[in-house]
Structures are given as structure tokens and as C-alpha cells.
């Protein structure tokens, strides 16, 4: 089945760069690897016959978030991999088995339940023209609170992230190591 | 279609994992934000599949709940990654294990 053969593909890269996304080294390369991870969930997305789901997926996902991340990887340059230092955490065996354990017992969930293993019905009709439709009768409040959310999310986010430029850095925020050997902050205390 | 449901619910399972796993062991935030992502992606391919497969895909319920949270998500990465870029200004690293001010 041809139909079939393309899931699998698909699903293939989907994981496979995923987990490129969560395990190289170089920020760049997972912010890259994680864009193609979501460009193959879109591409399933399609495949499931959710034609405006699987664009808006590209267009923000692809598009706009991709972007914002390596923006913010190019604009922390200096927190490279410095050498000696891993970069997973001291306890990151401990995360994987945790993972591990959430994806076993969610595939055994899976696999055990009958009900989960039927076919398609035929393909449903999901026309933009519904879809606004919806969006303008049923769901027009929603609507209304995304828009007011990311209104107030676009503000915090430059709010956030303004550089103060006449702001003096008070010693007591500076790192515990660099605080000690700093002769200012010592008398301070 | 001849793929069963539990094929997609599987990879779904499969990326939450992965997400999960990087989430909880990088150090880098922006890694972390990119798990966080990837387990919200998860939940969506789940809506879908289900809507897909459901009797009553003509009620568009599961299509309007991804584009809701996929518009919620790109809230959640420009206030995230604001807050990441504003930490590595005031302490010159973003590495989420040395953000330690509030530990006892």
C-alpha cells in the first residue's frame, strides 16, 4: 500500500530527527533538526487529511518558531560547548529512564486496547471554508482570547527581553563563583 | 488508508519520549525548550489521529483544538525564548543547572 509505505517514511524522519534534536552537541544543529522534525510532523499531518492543520503546522512551527530558536541560539553564542563541560546534565540517566518508563507504559496502553487498533473511515471533509466558518460562529470566543493572549505574549516578550542600557548590574546577581572572587562583593558582606 | 490508529498513536508516544528525555537531560535551556516543543507536538498529532479516526469528524473538533494550541505554543516559545535571551544577558550562561540561586 502506497498510502501505507509513506507513514512509515514518514514517521521515520520525523523520529529520527527528533532525536537528532535532543542529542547533538552544537545548539545550531538541534535547532535545525528540530525544525525538520516538525516539518515531517506537518507532512503527517497532510497524510491524515488535515490539509489546514498540516499548513498552519508549517507556517509556525517551520516558519516562525524554527527561526526564533536559532535566534536565541545565535544571540547566547558564548554558551557553547566549552570543553570539560558534557552537555547533559550530571543526572541525565536518571531523564532517559524516566523516559523510557513513560514511553513503555504509554505503547503497552497503546498495543493492549482493541479499540485502538481499527482502520480509518473514509476520508472526512474538512474545508477551510468550514473551518472559518466554525471559527467565526462556535468557536469565536476562543478565538478572541487567542488573540488577546498573543497580544500580551508579544508585549511580555519585548518586555522580557529589552536591553536596559543604563541599568548598573548590582553585584548580589552576579554567579556565586565570580561574586567570590571579587574583592567588592567580598566587602559587602 | 490501511495504517490502524495505534501506528500513529505510537509515534506520538515515541516523539513525547524523546522530547521528555531531552527535556529533562540538556543543560542548555534552548534544548530544553526544544523538548517542551516536541512533547507539545505529541498531543497534537494525537488530536489529529483521533479526529481522523473518530465517528464524528464532521464536528472539526479535533482540527480546532491543534490550531488553538498550535497558536498557544508560539506564545509559549516567544515569552520562553525572551526569558532565556534576558537570563544570558544578566548571567552570561543559559545552562539550566546553573541557575541554582533558589535551591536551599
Known sequence: MPNEFAFYLIAAFTVVFAVAAMTLPRLVHCALCAAAAFAGLAMIYLQLDAEFVGFAQLLVYVGAIAIL????????????VRP?????????????????????VMAMAILLSPSLQRL?????????????????????????????????????AVVIAMHEESEVKPPARWPASKRAESGEAMSLR | MNTPLSHYLILSALLFSIGLAGAVARRSAIVVLIGIELMLNAANLNFIAFWRYGPHAEALTGVMFVLFSIAIAAAEAAVGLALVIAIYRQRKTAQVDSLDELKG
Open chain 1, 69 to 80: 530558536i536559532v535566534f536565541a541560539v545565535l544571540l547566547t553564542r558564548g554558551d557553547e
Open chain 1, 84 to 104: 570539560g563541560h558534557s552537555q547533559s546534565s550530571p543526572s541525565w540517566m536518571a531523564g532517559v529512564a524516566v523516559a523510557v518508563l513513560a514511553l513503555a
Open chain 1, 120 to 156: 480509518a473511515p473514509s476520508a472526512p471533509v474538512a474545508p477551510v471554508k468550514k473551518i472559518g466558518e466554525e471559527l467565526m460562529t462556535r468557536y469565536v470566543l476562543p478565538l478572541e482570547m487567542v488573540g488577546v493572549l498573543l497580544t500580551g505574549a508579544l508585549l511580555g
